[in-house]
């Protein structure tokens, strides 16, 4: 299992604290770096840094850790500005940059800056028509012609050392099949078992479907980690979270279970991981909520300690 911290900037943060989150999370020997890409906080205005803008910087900041974004919606980027930045990151970065597409969904950011957020199945159509036409700009030189968006047959450079595509996003049928024809990981949020086995089926008959291997596309989770070293440090964790949900501690445990995240002493949190190893997910990413100057770096650090163990 690779594992590796998301962070979501639009809570509030500069490019220093991203920077040293990533300089952090590549000292942990962690696998990935991930941030989100949002304007705003849910209508609420922070100081949040532009996504891609950023991966610049942690390009030459970092040596070795992949850094991802979950996701850049289409609807902030024509799929034109979407590839060249893309690419030209990749390039930056050694190979290491991952790019993450999405449909776009806080109708808040897109009032606030002007921006037009389509009704949901136009969205999905220009999700894949944007997904097609990267795969063109990327690995061939055929172009593409869609409803919204065209490219001529030409050879689009610098092309990607290695940049793998990422959909994600919990839809039951239409964010899968995209999985499975374009991308090359698929991410999705923490789940009930049934729904993440039905996503990976839908996903994989796609990929078989498109005469590719869907053995060869990575399939990742997003979500916190409750994991503690031992079982008084485990019960108070579980008291303290659930108050905030107004549950018992017993009650906040089956809650983690049932949505699959990781939890529980040493030992415990190794079942967690390998249940779901078992329907197929190979990379989990502990997803952080706050502010990025407030993310706790010791309490991260022994999380991962006991999830790589």
């Given at each position: 299992m690779e594992f590796g911290l998301m962070v979501e900037p639009q809570f509030g943060g500069s490019y220093a604290e991203l920077r040293d989150l990533a300089r952090w999370a590549e000292e942990q020997d962690l696998d990935v770096f991930a941030r989100s890409d949002h304007f705003l906080n849910q209508g609420e205005s922070a100081p949040s840094t532009d996504a891609l803008t950023t991966y610049g910087g942690l390009a030459e900041a970092t040596d070795s850790i992949q850094l991802a974004v979950l996701v850049t919606p289409l609807t902030f980027r024509h799929p034109a500005l979407i590839a060249k930045t893309a690419a030209t990151l990749d390039e930056m970065s050694g190979g290491r940059f991952a790019l993450g597409v999405g449909t776009g969904w806080m109708q808040s950011e897109h009032d606030a800056f002007g921006l037009d957020l389509p009704p949901l199945a136009?969205?999905?159509?220009?999700?894949?028509?944007?997904l097609a036409y990267l795969h063109s700009a990327f690995h061939s030189n055929t172009g593409f012609e869609g409803s919204y968006y065209g490219l001529d047959p030409l050879d689009v450079l610098p092309r990607p050392i290695n940049m793998p595509i990422v959909v994600g996003g919990g839809g039951p049928r239409k964010t899968p099949t995209y999985?499975?024809?374009?991308?090359?990981?698929y991410n999705l949020f923490v789940t009930d078992r049934a729904t993440l086995g039905d996503r990976i089926r839908v996903m994989r008959s796609a990929a078989a479907?498109?005469?590719?291997?869907?053995?060869?596309?990575?399939v990742s989770l997003m979500g916190p980690a409750v994991v503690a070293p031992d079982e008084t440090t485990y019960r108070a964790m579980l008291?303290?979270?659930?108050?905030?949900?107004?549950?018992?501690?017993?009650?906040y445990e089956a809650f983690l279970r049932d949505l699959n995240i990781p939890?529980?002493?040493?030992?415990?949190?190794?079942?967690?991981?390998?249940?779901?190893?078992?329907?197929?997910?190979?990379?989990?990413?502990?997803q952080s909520f706050r502010d990025l100057g407030s993310i706790d770096t010791a309490g991260l650090a022994v999380a991962f300690s006991i999830l790589t163990s």
């Amino acid at each position: 299992m690779e594992f590796g911290l998301m962070v979501e900037p639009q809570f509030g943060g500069s490019y220093a604290e991203l920077r040293d989150l990533a300089r952090w999370a590549e000292e942990q020997d962690l696998d990935v770096f991930a941030r989100s890409d949002h304007f705003l906080n849910q209508g609420e205005s922070a100081p949040s840094t532009d996504a891609l803008t950023t991966y610049g910087g942690l390009a030459e900041a970092t040596d070795s850790i992949q850094l991802a974004v979950l996701v850049t919606p289409l609807t902030f980027r024509h799929p034109a500005l979407i590839a060249k930045t893309a690419a030209t990151l990749d390039e930056m970065s050694g190979g290491r940059f991952a790019l993450g597409v999405g449909t776009g969904w806080m109708q808040s950011e897109h009032d606030a800056f002007g921006l037009d957020l389509p009704p949901l199945a136009e969205r999905f159509d220009r999700l894949g028509e944007t997904l097609a036409y990267l795969h063109s700009a990327f690995h061939s030189n055929t172009g593409f012609e869609g409803s919204y968006y065209g490219l001529d047959p030409l050879d689009v450079l610098p092309r990607p050392i290695n940049m793998p595509i990422v959909v994600g996003g919990g839809g039951p049928r239409k964010t899968p099949t995209y999985a499975g024809r374009f991308a090359d990981e698929y991410n999705l949020f923490v789940t009930d078992r049934a729904t993440l086995g039905d996503r990976i089926r839908v996903m994989r008959s796609a990929a078989a479907a498109a005469g590719r291997d869907p053995d060869t596309i990575k399939v990742s989770l997003m979500g916190p980690a409750v994991v503690a070293p031992d079982e008084t440090t485990y019960r108070a964790m579980l008291e303290r979270r659930g108050a905030r949900r107004d549950q018992t501690a017993d009650e906040y445990e089956a809650f983690l279970r049932d949505l699959n995240i990781p939890h529980g002493t040493p030992d415990q949190a190794r079942t967690s991981i390998e249940a779901l190893q078992s329907i197929g997910i190979t990379r989990y990413y502990v997803q952080s909520f706050r502010d990025l100057g407030s993310i706790d770096t010791a309490g991260l650090a022994v999380a991962f300690s006991i999830l790589t163990s």
